[in-house]
Structures are given as C-alpha cells and as structure tokens.
C-alpha cells in the first residue's frame, strides 16, 4: 500500500516549487521547519475539533501542507548540493515529532488516550526500524504496509471526512478508528521491516 514508491513521480511534481524556493532563497533546513511548524498546528486544530469539527477540515489541509513541505524539503536539498547527515538528522527528528503532535492531536480530539498511545508507539517504530536497518548496515527500510506517506495521506483523508461525518460506530468516531488503524497497522509494519532487515542480516 505504500505511497513510498511514488517519491519520483511526486520529485518530478515538486519541481516548479523548488525552483521557487531557490529563488526566494529558502534553505532546506528552513523548510523542514516551517513543515514542523504546520504539523503543530494541525495537532492542535485536531486536539479542539472534537468540539468544532470543521477544525478536522483545517487540519487535514495543514496535514497535506506538511507532507508537501517534507518531501520539498529533500528536494531542495538536491538541488542545492547541501544534502547532508545533519540535515538528513535533523529532517528525520522533526518528522518523528511532527507525527507526534499530529496523533496526540487526534487522540485528544476524541479522548482516546490508551488508542492514542498504541498509535503513537506503532508509528514510532515504524520508523525507527526503517532507520535502524541503515544503523546496522543495511539501506533504509521503507516497506510495509504503511509508511509515513500513506500515514499522513490517511490522517488527511479521514480528517477531511470527520469535519462532515461525526457519528460513532461502536463507540469510536472515525477518527478513533483512525488511531486503532495506526496502532494495530503500525505495529504490524514494524515487525514486517524488522523481519525482512534480520533476513538480510543472515
């Protein structure tokens, strides 16, 4: 299911933007920042929708803005020549709280917090398998059934659905249902990537 595979079509669509960002001389660092900054606020629009569900609209467009911002930021650091481990570093820690902020804000929306927690874990190991692999000497893992790319294309989604849809299925809204999505779907990507690296490592 993973959105990963399409880094290069959506490299090819980011063209017009990095040379705009050339332009305007943004660094990449910058960037990766400001991308944090619209993750912040997409939490917090999330964390209060649950008494104003139109918020979950606006926090799906900051969600979409973030996952633009962060594969533009990579790109422009190609295009640059300024690619490197503090700024690969640096990208990786923002996005990992950038998930954070973004699942606590949904949990809290609905008041979900074990849910929340089982998300925020699985998503978190998620990626900390797919780094861990090129700790270890192998490439970096991005397979599974979810990546990071599919995560934020969900949170999207279903935030733009909960702003209309605010009924409950066995107790959970969907944005609950979201976050049992995550927290079992999560887990479970871990334990592919974890499986496929030792493989590799035998």
């Keep these: 299911m993973?959105?990963?595979?399409?880094?290069?079509?959506?490299?090819?669509?980011?063209?017009?933007?990095?040379?705009?960002s050339e332009r305007l001389g943004l660094t990449p660092n910058a960037v990766s920042?400001?991308?944090?900054?619209?993750?912040?606020?997409?939490g917090a629009a999330f964390a209060f929708a649950g008494?104003?569900?139109?918020?979950?609209?606006l926090g799906a467009v900051l969600v979409f803005l973030n996952g633009w911002l962060d594969l533009l930021d990579g790109a422009l650091a190609r295009r640059l020549g300024t690619a490197s481990p503090?700024?690969?570093?640096?990208?990786?820690?923002?996005?990992?709280?950038?998930?954070?902020?973004?699942?606590?804000?949904?949990?809290?929306?609905?008041?979900q917090w074990a849910i929340g927690l089982a998300a925020v874990t699985g998503v978190l190991m998620t990626s900390y398998l797919g780094t861990q692999a090129q700790a270890v000497g192998l490439d970096r893992v991005y397979g599974g059934l979810v990546g990071r790319a599919d995560r934020l294309a969900l949170i999207?989604?279903?935030g733009?659905?909960?702003?209309?849809?605010?009924?409950?299925?066995?107790?959970?809204?969907?944005?609950?249902?979201?976050?049992?999505?995550?927290a079992v779907v999560g887990h479970i990507t871990a334990l592919q990537r974890f499986y496929r690296s030792m493989r590799a490592l035998r």
């Design 2 to 20: 993973t959105l990963d595979q399409l880094r290069p079509v959506a490299n090819r669509a980011l063209d017009p933007f990095v040379n705009v």
């Design 86 to 111: 503090a700024g690969d570093l640096l990208d990786h820690v923002l996005d990992r709280y950038a998930d954070i902020v973004m699942l606590v804000g949904l949990a809290a929306g609905v008041r």
């Design 51 to 57: 008494d104003a569900p139109l918020l979950y609209l």
């Design 156 to 158: 999207g989604l279903v």
């Design 33 to 42: 920042v400001v991308a944090m900054g619209l993750a912040v606020a997409a």
């Design 160 to 182: 733009a659905l909960a702003a209309f849809v605010t009924g409950a299925l066995s107790g959970l809204t969907v944005v609950g249902w979201l976050l049992v999505f995550f």
